[in-house]
């Protein structure tokens, strides 16, 4: 097995162009060794858009419409 470094980082809060909420940029970056390159593989922006509702759970797992699949 190898190592690979991860490296997670968000940038400074900014106002979305509407000003209707805060916009936190974050990138995701991994590298197998010290004296490699990072290689970029997501880029986002995270929000609070103030919600505390939640997705609810699904009522059974798995659904009742899924597909057993042999394994």
Do not use: M
Request: glycine fraction near 6%; proline fraction near 13%; hydrophobic fraction near 30%.
């Amino acid at each position: 097995h190898e190592t690979v470094q991860l490296h997670i980082a968000t940038g400074p809060e900014d106002p979305d162009p509407a000003g209707t909420q805060h916009l936190i940029p974050v990138t995701i970056h991994s590298r197998q060794a010290d004296d490699e390159p990072w290689t970029l593989h997501a880029t986002g922006l995270l929000a609070d858009t103030g919600s505390t509702n939640y997705p609810a759970e699904p009522a059974s797992w798995p659904p009742v419409d899924a597909t057993a699949l042999s394994t």
